[in-house]
C-alpha cells in the first residue's frame, strides 16, 4: 500500500463531495486492498453521476411545466416548488418553501389538505378536485388540483404532490356562457308570459263573458243552469292558472317592485296558506340588481320554498336577505324541517333543482353552503356586488 494510492482516494472524495463525479482513480497493477477501494470509488461515481443527470432532468421538466407543483410532507409543509409558483402566484420560492400549504389557500378552500388526506387513504393513488390559491396580491385563482400520494425507494409513504392546473379563465368562460343562457332563458319566458297572458288570457276572459251572458236568458232548464255554472267555474279556474303560469314565468312584482317586493310576495302568499310561518328580513334600502341576477335569487328561493313544501316536516322558514358588505350580496334560507342526506343530490336522477340551484349560483360567480340536518336545512348564497346595477 502506497502513499500514492492514499492520496488517489483523497482526490476522488474531494471531487465527489464538490460534485465532479466525472473523476476516475487509476488502478495500479498490485489490485491490493487499496485498489479495491479505489474501484468502488470509481463505480460510487458512475452511480452518483447517473443519478445526478436523473435528477437534472427532473428538474427541468420540474420547472419547465406550466402548472404549479407543489411538494409536500404528511403534515402539509411544502418542501419544493417549481417556478410556475413564482410565475403565477408571484411569491419567491424561499416565501413558500417551508411554508404550510393552508397559508396560500383561500378561506373557502382551508379544508383542502384534510380533504386530500382522507381521498388517498388505502390504496388510492390520485384524487382531483377544485379548489382557490390566493397570489401575493390577493387575488384568487381558481386551480384544478390533481393529488397523488409519494413514496421513497422503499415504498414508503412521505408526502403528497399536487399538481395544479389555473382554470380561472376557463371558469370565468364557463360562468359568461352560463349567464348568456340564463339571459336567453329569461327573455324566452318572458315573451312566452306575455304571449300567453295577450293572447289565451283574453280569449278565456272572453269566453267567460260569453257564457256568462247565457245567464241572461230566461230558462227554467235546471241541467242548463248547472252546466252554465260549472263552464263559469272551469273558465275561473282556467284563468285563475293562467295566471298563475304567467306569475311564475315571469313575475310582474318582480319586474317592478325588485327582488324584495317579489320575495316578500312569496311569504306572504306562504304565510296566506297557515301552514308553514315564514319571516323575511332585509338591510333597509337594498339595491337593485340587474334583472338576470334578481330572477336567479328569485328562483333559487323559489326552488327553496318548493323543496320544503313537497320534501319537509317544516313549520318555518327564514328569509334574510342583506347586502353584506362594500362587495358582497347575501342570502340567507333556513327552515327547521326533518332534514335529508345531502349526498343523495349527488346522484343522478335525484338532483335536478339543486343542479338548477348550482348553475344559476355559478352563473354570477356565486358562492354557497348547504346543510342540512334533523334540525332543518340551511342554504346560504353569496354573489358578488359588482353585478348591481349603479
Given at each position: 500500500?502506497?502513499?500514492?494510492?492514499?492520496?488517489?482516494?483523497?482526490?476522488?472524495?474531494?471531487?465527489?463531495?464538490?460534485?465532479?463525479?466525472?473523476?476516475?482513480?487509476?488502478?495500479?497493477?498490485?489490485?491490493?486492498?487499496?485498489?479495491?477501494?479505489?474501484?468502488?470509488?470509481?463505480?460510487?461515481?458512475?452511480?452518483?453521476?447517473?443519478?445526478?443527470?436523473?435528477?437534472?432532468?427532473?428538474?427541468?421538466?420540474?420547472?419547465?411545466?406550466?402548472?404549479?407543483?407543489?411538494?409536500?410532507?404528511k403534515n402539509g409543509i411544502i418542501l419544493d416548488a417549481n417556478d410556475a409558483v413564482t410565475t403565477l402566484l408571484g411569491y419567491e420560492k424561499e416565501e413558500v418553501i417551508k411554508k404550510h400549504f393552508e397559508s396560500f389557500l383561500a378561506a373557502s378552500s382551508l379544508s383542502l389538505i384534510d380533504d386530500i388526506?382522507?381521498?388517498?387513504?388505502?390504496?388510492?393513488?390520485?384524487?382531483?378536485?377544485?379548489?382557490?390559491?390566493?397570489?401575493?396580491?390577493?387575488?384568487?385563482?381558481?386551480?384544478?388540483?390533481?393529488?397523488?400520494?409519494?413514496?421513497?425507494?422503499?415504498?414508503?409513504?412521505?408526502?403528497?404532490?399536487?399538481?395544479?392546473?389555473?382554470?380561472?379563465?376557463?371558469?370565468?368562460?364557463?360562468?359568461?356562457?352560463?349567464?348568456?343562457?340564463?339571459?336567453?332563458?329569461?327573455?324566452?319566458?318572458?315573451?312566452?308570459?306575455?304571449?300567453?297572458?295577450?293572447?289565451?288570457?283574453?280569449?278565456?276572459?272572453?269566453?267567460?263573458?260569453?257564457?256568462?251572458?247565457?245567464?241572461?236568458?230566461?230558462?227554467?232548464?235546471?241541467?242548463?243552469?248547472?252546466?252554465?255554472?260549472?263552464?263559469?267555474?272551469?273558465?275561473?279556474?282556467?284563468?285563475?292558472?293562467?295566471?298563475?303560469?304567467?306569475?311564475?314565468?315571469?313575475?310582474?312584482?318582480?319586474?317592478?317592485?325588485?327582488?324584495?317586493?317579489?320575495?316578500?310576495?312569496?311569504?306572504?302568499?306562504?304565510?296566506?296558506?297557515?301552514?308553514?310561518?315564514?319571516?323575511?328580513?332585509?338591510?333597509?334600502?337594498?339595491?337593485?340588481?340587474?334583472?338576470?341576477?334578481?330572477?336567479v335569487v328569485y328562483r333559487i328561493v323559489q326552488e327553496f320554498i318548493n323543496n320544503m313544501i313537497k320534501h319537509s316536516t317544516a313549520t318555518k322558514l327564514f328569509v334574510n336577505l342583506y347586502e353584506q358588505n362594500d362587495q358582497?350580496?347575501?342570502?340567507?334560507?333556513?327552515?327547521?324541517?326533518?332534514?335529508?342526506?345531502?349526498?343523495?343530490?349527488?346522484?343522478?336522477?335525484?338532483?335536478?333543482?339543486?343542479?338548477?340551484?348550482?348553475?344559476?349560483?355559478?352563473?354570477?360567480?356565486?358562492?354557497?353552503?348547504?346543510?342540512?340536518?334533523?334540525?332543518?336545512?340551511?342554504?346560504?348564497?353569496?354573489?358578488?356586488?359588482?353585478?348591481?346595477?349603479?
Amino acid at each position: 500500500m502506497s502513499q500514492k494510492q492514499f492520496d488517489e482516494i483523497s482526490r476522488l472524495l474531494l471531487a465527489y463531495s464538490a460534485g465532479d463525479y466525472t473523476l476516475k482513480g487509476t488502478v495500479s497493477d498490485e489490485v491490493n486492498e487499496l485498489d479495491m477501494i479505489i474501484s468502488g470509488i470509481n463505480m460510487l461515481g458512475e452511480e452518483l453521476e447517473s443519478t445526478n443527470v436523473s435528477r437534472d432532468f427532473f428538474l427541468s421538466i420540474f420547472n419547465t411545466v406550466t402548472d404549479l407543483v407543489f411538494v409536500i410532507n404528511k403534515n402539509g409543509i411544502i418542501l419544493d416548488a417549481n417556478d410556475a409558483v413564482t410565475t403565477l402566484l408571484g411569491y419567491e420560492k424561499e416565501e413558500v418553501i417551508k411554508k404550510h400549504f393552508e397559508s396560500f389557500l383561500a378561506a373557502s378552500s382551508l379544508s383542502l389538505i384534510d380533504d386530500i388526506k382522507s381521498n388517498l387513504k388505502g390504496e388510492k393513488e390520485t384524487h382531483v378536485v377544485e379548489a382557490n390559491l390566493v397570489n401575493k396580491k390577493g387575488n384568487e385563482i381558481i386551480g384544478l388540483f390533481t393529488n397523488t400520494k409519494l413514496h421513497d425507494r422503499f415504498d414508503n409513504f412521505n408526502g403528497y404532490l399536487l399538481a395544479v392546473k389555473d382554470i380561472t379563465r376557463q371558469k370565468k368562460n364557463e360562468s359568461l356562457i352560463l349567464q348568456a343562457i340564463i339571459s336567453t332563458q329569461q327573455a324566452e319566458q318572458r315573451r312566452v308570459a306575455d304571449d300567453l297572458h295577450d293572447s289565451l288570457g283574453q280569449e278565456l276572459s272572453m269566453a267567460k263573458l260569453m257564457v256568462t251572458n247565457l245567464s241572461r236568458f230566461n230558462n227554467d232548464n235546471k241541467d242548463f243552469m248547472d252546466l252554465l255554472e260549472t263552464c263559469q267555474e272551469i273558465v275561473d279556474n282556467a284563468i285563475e292558472h293562467l295566471r298563475e303560469i304567467c306569475f311564475d314565468l315571469m313575475p310582474n312584482v318582480l319586474i317592478r317592485g325588485g327582488l324584495p317586493s317579489a320575495i316578500s310576495d312569496l311569504v306572504n302568499k306562504l304565510n296566506n296558506q297557515k301552514k308553514i310561518k315564514a319571516e323575511f328580513a332585509l338591510t333597509d334600502n337594498f339595491p337593485r340588481m340587474i334583472s338576470d341576477l334578481e330572477i336567479v335569487v328569485y328562483r333559487i328561493v323559489q326552488e327553496f320554498i318548493n323543496n320544503m313544501i313537497k320534501h319537509s316536516t317544516a313549520t318555518k322558514l327564514f328569509v334574510n336577505l342583506y347586502e353584506q358588505n362594500d362587495q358582497t350580496i347575501r342570502i340567507e334560507l333556513k327552515e327547521n324541517g326533518q332534514g335529508f342526506d345531502i349526498k343523495k343530490l349527488e346522484q343522478l336522477k335525484e338532483n335536478r333543482g339543486y343542479s338548477n340551484i348550482k348553475s344559476n349560483i355559478n352563473a354570477f360567480d356565486g358562492k354557497y353552503t348547504l346543510e342540512s340536518s334533523a334540525n332543518g336545512t340551511e342554504l346560504i348564497i353569496e354573489f358578488p356586488k359588482t353585478y348591481i346595477d349603479e
